[in-house]
């Protein structure tokens, strides 16, 4: 089989439970209102690491036994990720932290990193490089490579951690394995951040973005199958692209909001070209981090506003929004870019304050216990095509680093089941204002993308990370 082209096996040769490693008394904790509108989704993440002077002198087991420590001592801080999710009487999850301890698999690949199809991850990294998660909360796969390299792949539950929670115990995980670095951040568990307020006020725009699940439409017959592909887009591309999406001078958009609209009208342009006549609708959401605006919000007396910002910033467990704007295909395919970005502005508008979030944990409150959903998630492909930009240019890439090196690529890996799309775009670990993209799309999106912008979006290469 020719491995350059993504086939290649893995061999598991170990498996055990990594536990903190001071005991823990057990305790159950809460999910926030926030964190159940998340459904039962996993997350992967991996980090891909050369043979270099300092692996060659650590053999993998060592290595592996170096993850294996750290990550036992990170475990005592993040608790959250040795536990279990468990449904309390009123069929809600809840985090059971009893220290269960997190799946370690150990596994080598019959493959060399610079053969590695980064592009497609399909083939490469899903299924096996990135673990499925069976048990517990979060599970961890270190995979040798022909080559000497080595890839740390893993999966969490979505309900108990958003990428900045992620983030923030990875960089933690890593700078435990090497004691000489700055102590971490510790993580905080304050559900009563995110309380529901007496009485409750929710702004009809909520009504919206969520669903209470028992309102779903009956599933489609068929289902759409999506593609993950990643693609990488230079510094100067980016940079006409945001001058094109702010010509008219009247509005000032952030990059992620000038991206966001040339990414909508190429999907966009994807579905016009078998519309016949008909009116249909693009729908497209970004994934808005409350924490800031939520730290702005009065804290209690002994808190201050000082120490609200602090617990917020350290703050783990789920706080998004997916706000989303939907437009007929043909309008968003004519207008200019600029006017598609203003587009953007003004549906993220609605979600970047501190009354949208505190309304959004007074939606849930209200429903209970019947969960909710983000509509957008569910969006049918009949509905005409959605998807959703998650910002992942907090990415730690740099960080996650064990003590044999920086990564020389890493991503998040999120063929997430909904109905819509994802993307994530990253900062290029070449760290020259690039961006790497993670898409998670339907074959004629990419399609599109790939033949009318592909000056835009370039295949990910290991000639591209190399330079």
Same mark, same amino acid.
């Given at each position: 089989?020719?491995?350059?082209?993504?086939?290649?096996?893995?061999?598991?040769?170990?498996?055990?439970?990594?536990?903190?490693?001071?005991?823990?008394?057990?305790?159950?904790?809460?999910?926030?209102?926030?964190?159940?509108?998340?459904?039962?989704?996993?997350?992967?993440?991996?980090?891909?690491?050369?043979? $270099?002077?300092?692996?060659? %002198?650590?053999?993998?087991?060592? %290595?592996?036994g170096c993850l294996?420590?750290?990550?036992?001592?990170?475990?005592?801080?993040? @608790?959250?990720?040795?536990?279990?999710?468990?449904?309390?009487t009123a069929g809600?999850?809840?985090?059971?932290?009893? $220290?269960?301890?997190? &799946?370690?698999?150990?596994?080598?690949?019959?493959?060399?990193?610079?053969?590695?199809?980064? @592009?497609?991850?399909?083939?490469?990294?899903?299924?096996?490089?990135?673990?499925?998660?069976?048990?517990?909360?979060?599970?961890?796969?270190?995979?040798?490579?022909?080559? =000497? #390299?080595?890839?740390? #792949?893993?999966?969490?539950?979505?309900?108990?951690?958003?990428?900045?929670?992620?983030?923030?115990?990875?960089?933690?995980?890593?700078?435990?394995?090497?004691?000489?670095?700055?102590?971490?951040?510790?993580?905080?568990?304050?559900?009563?951040?995110?309380?529901?307020?007496?009485?409750?006020?929710?702004?009809?725009?909520?009504?919206?973005?969520?669903?209470?699940?028992?309102?779903?439409?009956?599933?489609?017959?068929?289902?759409?199958?999506?593609?993950?592909?990643?693609? @990488?887009?230079?510094?100067?591309?980016?940079?006409?692209?945001?001058?094109?999406?702010?010509?008219?001078?009247?509005?000032?958009?952030?990059?992620?909001?000038?991206?966001?609209?040339?990414?909508?009208?190429?999907?966009?342009?994807?579905?016009?070209?078998?519309?016949?006549?008909?009116?249909?609708?693009?729908?497209?959401?970004?994934?808005? &981090?409350?924490?800031?605006?939520?730290?702005?919000? #009065?804290?209690?007396?002994?808190?201050?506003?000082?120490?609200?910002?602090?617990? %917020?910033?350290? @703050?783990?467990?789920?706080?998004?929004?997916?706000?989303?704007?939907?437009?007929?295909?043909?309008?968003?395919?004519?207008?200019?870019?600029?006017?598609?970005?203003?587009?953007?502005?003004?549906?993220?508008?609605?979600?970047?304050?501190?009354?949208?979030?505190?309304?959004?944990?007074?939606?849930?409150?209200?429903?209970?216990?019947?969960?909710?959903?983000?509509?957008?998630?569910?969006?049918?492909?009949?509905? =005409?095509?959605?998807?959703?930009?998650?910002?992942?240019?907090?990415?730690?890439?740099?960080?996650?680093?064990?003590?044999?090196?920086?990564?020389?690529?890493?991503?998040?890996?999120?063929?997430?089941? =909904?109905d819509a799309g994802?993307? %994530?775009?990253?900062?290029?670990?070449?760290?020259?204002?690039?961006?790497?993209?993670?898409?998670?799309?339907?074959?004629?999106?990419?399609?599109?993308?790939?033949?009318?912008?592909?000056?835009?979006?370039?295949?990910?290469?290991?000639?591209?990370?190399?330079?």
């Open positions: 089989m020719d491995s350059a082209a993504g086939e290649f096996h893995v061999s598991v040769t170990n498996e055990e439970v990594v536990a903190a490693v001071l005991p823990t008394q057990e305790h159950w904790l809460p999910l926030s209102n926030l964190d159940l509108l998340l459904p039962p989704v996993d997350v992967g993440v991996f980090f891909c690491y050369k043979n $270099n002077n300092t692996m060659v %002198m650590n053999s993998f087991a060592s %290595m592996v294996k420590k750290s990550l036992s001592q990170a475990l005592v801080s993040y @608790y959250a990720f040795a536990g279990e999710v468990v449904a309390n809600e999850p809840e985090l059971l932290c009893n $220290n269960r301890g997190v &799946d370690f698999v150990e596994a080598v690949a019959d493959i060399e990193l610079h053969c590695l199809n980064l @592009y497609n991850p399909d083939v490469s990294i899903e299924g096996k490089l990135v673990p499925k998660k069976k048990r517990g909360v979060f599970v961890v796969q270190a995979t040798s490579l022909k080559c =000497g #390299g080595i890839v740390v #792949g893993c999966t969490f539950d979505h309900r108990i951690a958003d990428a900045y929670s992620a983030n923030m115990f990875l960089v933690s995980w890593a700078n435990m394995a090497q004691p000489t670095r700055p102590k971490p951040k510790q993580p905080c568990f304050r559900r009563s951040l995110l309380s529901p307020r007496r009485p409750g006020f929710i702004h009809p725009s909520l009504h919206n973005m969520y669903i209470p699940i028992s309102k779903l439409p009956p599933p489609a017959a068929t289902t759409t199958s999506l593609l993950s592909r990643i693609y @990488y887009v230079t510094a100067k591309q980016l940079q006409h692209m945001h001058s094109l999406a702010t010509d008219n001078g009247a509005t000032k958009h952030t990059k992620l909001e000038s991206f966001s609209a040339f990414l909508w009208k190429m999907v966009a342009r994807a579905a016009s070209t078998d519309i016949k006549g008909k009116k249909v609708v693009a729908k497209m959401g970004i994934v808005v &981090d409350g924490r800031k605006r939520l730290a702005d919000s #009065g804290g209690s007396s002994c808190d201050g506003e000082k120490g609200k910002k602090s617990l %917020m910033n350290s @703050y783990f467990g789920n706080v998004l929004s997916i706000p989303f704007g939907q437009k007929l295909v043909e309008e968003l395919v004519e207008k200019p870019l600029w006017w598609v970005a203003n587009v953007v502005h003004e549906f993220l508008e609605v979600a970047v304050t501190e009354e949208h979030f505190l309304g959004l944990i007074d939606w849930v409150e209200t429903h209970r216990p019947v969960p909710g959903l983000a509509k957008i998630y569910c969006s049918g492909a009949e509905e =005409g095509p959605a998807f959703v930009i998650s910002s992942g240019q907090r990415f730690p890439e740099e960080k996650v680093d064990f003590g044999w090196g920086k990564a020389v690529f890493g991503s998040y890996h999120f063929p997430w089941g =909904g994802y993307v %994530m775009p990253m900062p290029s670990p070449l760290v020259n204002g690039d961006w790497v993209v993670y898409m998670h799309l339907v074959k004629e999106q990419l399609y599109t993308i790939e033949s009318e912008a592909s000056h835009f979006f370039m295949p990910l290469t290991w000639e591209y990370l190399n330079q």
